[in-house]
């Protein structure tokens, strides 16, 4: 017999004295292989009155003879062991209503199986069977039978028998055709038959008439019979990832349908009589050949998530269409209201080294008969020009030419104006064979989702310099043409600018339509002779030129921003830059450049005040704008503000390359790599900006890495730009928690780059690598696949020891259970779709929360409470850990919040979880004083208080009565070591006061909360 861990003794003692029904001998995903059970415990069978059997996620190879002690059995829970065969011994649990075998390795089913005749949820999902005995089809009470994840490559004709099944789940099995027999189950209510390999769908799939919901995702389908049509119940469909070329007319009869999913087909055109489907609220048309949406689907009302991304979309423009379905119905609206004109315009970037001749080709473009000067001015920033020309049908064309200067420092905001559907030019300098082509190339592939790129080889003095354009063409899709040119004498030009107005007036959005008011609102702006305007001033311009909604005027200052003709930061409304319409983007860049060119603040090593900025921006021109040009700096993550200091900035690009001389204990570190295909330049300034709060002394920080510091425990960030690598090592108290703050800031880094190759590298603890600096690494995605195909250890290859790969994540980093989610989940990441709603019962606060439930509602939006959901006896802490993981949490902050240990467990709970900025949507009240760093120690206090108080209390009775308070204790303990940097985060975000939120009705939350159901 295994040795069997002390908490499941005494679970098995208590159901023995309290005669309980009930028995949890279930462990978690990542528990150590040791404390896992081998054979069910002995003392388990002597229980004769049990109802209910977990045994989930232990090492059971077979089930004992003894099993069949446990007669009153109803439910039995075996989900991931190590079950090969199904002894006929559990066929003797007559009573069984419910028996759980997924997850296993079963590659048969005995035929005694039939004397579970009260069956009626049988889950085999994720095993190995190859085909279904008729032992099973004989199981005539059954309702629910999930067979998922098996090779099963046909199913039998005796699958009649099941008549009272309602749900039936076939998916990521080997069908290739579907048996009328299926169709005889007429009282099926959910069907799944996704990633499977069918071809064609029966027709007599008319009989299932009940179906509710049908997936055939992940299949070959190319077409769908008119079969389905009678399927009038059907609420969810999907058809993901098949082969449809167009929208099935079958599919417009189906009027009852709420969610359609089309994902990953080949559409490339919707029909009008899509409009039939009024009640549909879902609709998911990603990764498909849509280029044009009809209006007609702006009529449908009910419509609240529309998912395009994938799409070469030109109308609506791809920039509305990504703010969702509300903006795709006011651009629609807009047009028709005012009319609407064409698009004949486009982008045309130029980049290159320093020197190379990048501002000799926008201006040989703009007037062949320019003299280039021997040495002519480097670009300082970015400068813009406007040049047109005529197209065969004597359509006037405009193209807004961007220079980028090339020094290294202006890399780093090339991310904020390498625009998608614009074409790029890279200019080489060949006298001079400095061009990186490999890192050029790389960032319009990374920054620009692969817009076409022009090569031109300027042969200064006629130097010619051959490159391999085959290689980099075949390693670069968007790579069009390469040309040699001699700017100076204007060799090779005239080929080249018809090369450019080829390129540049075929990409896709060109000729695509626009409001009439929008196009007379942006000529205005291009007007102006100012660089900015205010907020305001704005407003009055949309108005004067047709518009009629404030909504409608900031939707469109959003679409100038996001195609870079203007900068209009929207996210934040009391900062000074939303009040503020930057009309010209280059000078803005070229203003913060100033600051970072300043030779007093490169003296400094990057550190400079507001005095310094009062000298550098002089000018008039930058009269009353410091305080928005500072913040633009910041925005663009070139700077931060020193921490308890009013008037001290640092800027990471300007600090020293010489790393500082420090100790640093080498024993037990945690350490973790990132390694990259390609890297991008300034990732690690980005971090130092993102975590400049905890840099060491605030004085451990140098170009190229950071020393930070939180609760005594240190994590050094060092990149290695030669060798693509980003390597941090984690010393002190709380590896684990500081490793999951660094990892947690770098990825969201990582996720700003849409095509970003790279590894996570998770250190083996095997004995001979634990307290090593080089210790062998595994991919972090590999062992997750190693997780989700149930294989439990991996080998080192520097020991060739087997070391648990659950171990191997939990050590490093404070991750989520990443196995293929259980049979629970009918419908994937429903989680995801849930809004939570986080709060202290009583008082304002639950006023607060009734008004906010009911404005959510009325949009469609029902918030997950506790005190409606929970329900009762339900757990109470289970349901907290929900809240924690959910993708949209509306916490309501108040005193008595900040100082309720089930409130501060939910807010921990979902930091825990990954992307916390993102998913928190926060209400701050009066009462809760976090503003003045004072107050906020108040509550750090109080904390610890408890924990004294408690403390104090627990030494005063027997260690045999304190089961509850130390679970207690370590919970108060955790709120104390995270309060601070929670409250901190939470008053660092702009959370608008209460009045505004009721008097809006709630808006900016539900916007903000719709955002992000939307991603």
């Known amino acids: 017999m295994n040795n069997i861990p002390e908490y499941f003794l005494d679970r098995i003692q208590q159901a023995k004295e309290k005669r309980l029904t009930l028995l949890d001998l279930s462990n978690k995903w990542d528990t150590k292989e040791e404390y896992k059970l081998t054979e069910i415990p002995e003392e388990v069978f002597e229980l004769e009155w049990l109802e209910v059997l977990y045994l989930n996620y232990n090492n059971l190879s077979c089930i004992s003879e003894y099993i069949y002690c446990l007669i009153n059995l109803k439910e039995l829970y075996l989900y991931c062991n190590n079950l090969t065969i199904l002894s006929n011994h559990i066929t003797d649990l007559v009573n069984l209503t419910k028996l759980d075998l997924s997850h296993n390795q079963l590659t048969s089913l005995p035929d005694s199986l039939t004397h579970l005749v009260n069956l009626t949820k049988l889950d085999l999902s994720f095993n190995q069977l190859t085909s279904l005995p008729d032992s099973l089809t004989r199981l005539v009470n059954l309702t629910y039978l999930d067979l998922r994840g098996n090779q099963l490559t046909s199913l039998p004709d005796s699958l009649t ?34 990633r499977n390999q069918l071809s064609s769908l029966l027709n007599s799939l008319t009989r299932l008439v009940n179906l509710t919901e049908l997936d055939l995702s992940f299949n070959q389908l190319t077409s769908l019979p008119d079969s389905l049509t009678p399927l009038v119940n059907l609420t969810e469909l999907d058809l993901s990832d098949n082969q449809l070329s167009s929208f099935p007319d079958s599919l417009t009869s189906l009027v009852n349908l709420t969610e359609l999913y089309l994902t990953g087909n080949q559409l490339s055109s919707l029909p009008d009589s899509l409009t039939r489907l009024a009640k549909l609220s879902r609709l998911n048309l990603s990764r498909n050949q849509l280029s044009n949406l009809p209006d ?8 609240t998530y529309l998912y395009l991304k994938g799409n070469p979309l030109e109308t609506p423009p791809l920039e509305i269409a990504q703010q969702g379905i509300e903006a795709i119905r006011e651009y629609f609206r807009q047009k028709q209201q005012e009319g609407e004109d064409t698009l004949y315009e486009a982008k045309l970037i130029i980049l290159g080294e320093a020197g190379a001749g990048k501002t000799s080709l926008a201006k040989k473009i703009e007037n062949p008969n320019y003299k280039v000067p021997a040495d002519e001015d480097s670009t300082q920033g970015i400068d813009v020009k406007e040049w047109h020309f005529t197209l065969d049908n004597n359509q006037d064309f405009r193209v807004n030419i961007w220079d980028f200067g090339g020094q290294e420092i202006y890399h780093e905001t090339h991310q904020f104006f390498l625009t998608k559907r614009s074409l790029y030019v890279l200019v080489a300098d060949n006298r001079r064979e400095d061009t990186d082509f490999y890192y ?97 001033e704005y407003l009055t311009l949309c108005k004067n030129n047709g518009f009629k909604q404030q909504k409608d005027s900031l939707q469109l200052s959003q679409y100038l921003h996001d195609i870079g003709v203007i900068l209009h930061f929207q996210d934040d409304r009391i900062s000074p830059l939303y009040k503020t319409v930057i009309l010209k983007p280059e000078w803005g860049t070229a203003a913060v450049y100033k600051v970072l060119d300043n030779q007093t603040v490169r003296n400094k090593l990057g550190r400079f005040t507001q005095e310094n900025l009062t000298d550098i921006w002089q000018g008039e021109e930058y009269t009353n704008m410091q305080g928005e040009l500072l913040q633009l700096m910041m925005r663009f993550k070139l700077c931060y503000q020193l921490p308890n200091s009013d008037n001290i900035y640092i800027a990471p690009q300007l600090l020293t390359a010489n790393q500082p001389e420090y100790n640093w204990d080498e024993t037990n570190n945690l350490i973790l790599r990132y390694t990259y295909e390609f890297m991008p330049k300034g990732m690690i300034r980005r971090f130092i900006v993102e975590m400049h709060r905890f840099i060491e002394q605030q004085k451990y920080v140098w170009k ?58 998770i250190p083996c603890n095997c004995k001979s690598c634990k307290d090593s600096q080089y210790p062998w690494f595994y991919d972090y995605e590999k062992l997750k696949k190693f997780i989700q195909d149930r294989e439990p250890n991996i080998q080192c290859q520097e020991s060739y020891q087997m070391v648990e790969v659950t171990g191997l994540i939990d050590d490093v980093i404070n991750d989520f259970n990443p196995l293929i989610k259980t049979k629970e989940d009918i419908k994937l990441d429903s989680l995801e779709k849930e809004v939570f709603i986080s709060y202290n019962w009583g008082g304002e606060s639950e006023e607060i929360v009734n008004q906010l439930d009911q404005a959510f509602q009325n949009k469609g939006i029902t918030l997950k409470r506790d005190k409606r959901d929970l329900g009762y006896k339900g757990l109470i802490k289970e349901f907290m850990q929900r809240i924690g993981r959910g993708k949209c949490v509306v916490v309501v902050i108040s005193d008595k919040y900040l100082t309720s240990h089930n409130c501060m467990f939910e807010l921990i709970e979902v930091a825990k979880h990954k992307n916390f900025y993102k998913r928190i949507f926060p209400i701050v009240l009066d009462d809760a004083k976090i503003y003045k760093s004072v107050d906020r120690i108040k509550y750090i206090q109080y904390w610890k208080q408890e924990i004294e108080e408690l403390d104090q209390a627990m030494k005063t009775v027997s260690s045999d009565n304190l089961q509850g308070f130390r679970e207690d204790i370590d919970l108060y303990t955790e709120i104390r070591k995270y309060i601070a940097q929670l409250v901190y985060d939470i008053k660092d975000m702009n959370t608008l006061n209460l009045s505004i939120h009721q008097k809006s009705g709630f808006e900016e939350i539900f916007q903000a909360v719709e955002s992000k159901l939307n991603e």
Do not use: C
């Open 161 to 194: 028998r099941l008549v009272n099944l309602t749900y039936l789940d076939l998916r990521g099995n080997q069908l290739t055709s579907l048996p009328d027999s299926l169709t005889r189950l007429v009282n099926l209510i959910y069907l799944y038959l996704g």
């Open 296 to 303: 007609s689907l702006t009529r449908l009302v009910n419509l």
């Open 440 to 536: 050029w190339l790389n960032v319009v592939e990374l920054l620009s989702d692969n817009s076409p790129l022009l090569i031109i080889q300027n042969e200064k003095q006629d130097r010619q310099r051959d490159i391999n354009e085959r290689q980099l063409r075949g390693q670069f899709t968007n790579l069009k043409e390469a040309f040699a040119s001699n700017l100076a004498t204007n060799r090779g030009l005239d080929p080249f600018i018809k090369t450019i107005k080829h390129y540049i007036s075929t990409l896709p959005h060109v000729g695509s339509t626009l409001p009439k008011t929008w196009t007379r609102v942006r000529e205005a702006l291009e007007k102006d002779p100012r660089n900015y305007i205010s907020l305001e």
């Open 704 to 761: 190229e890495g950071v020393i930070l510091n939180q609760d005594d425990t240190k994590a050094e960030v060092i990149e290695n730009y030669g060798k693509r690598e980003i390597k941090i090592r984690v010393v002190g108290k709380d590896k684990r928690d500081l490793m999951t703050i660094v990892t947690h800031e770098l990825d969201k880094i990582h996720n700003s780059y849409h095509r970003l190759k790279y590894k996570k590298l």
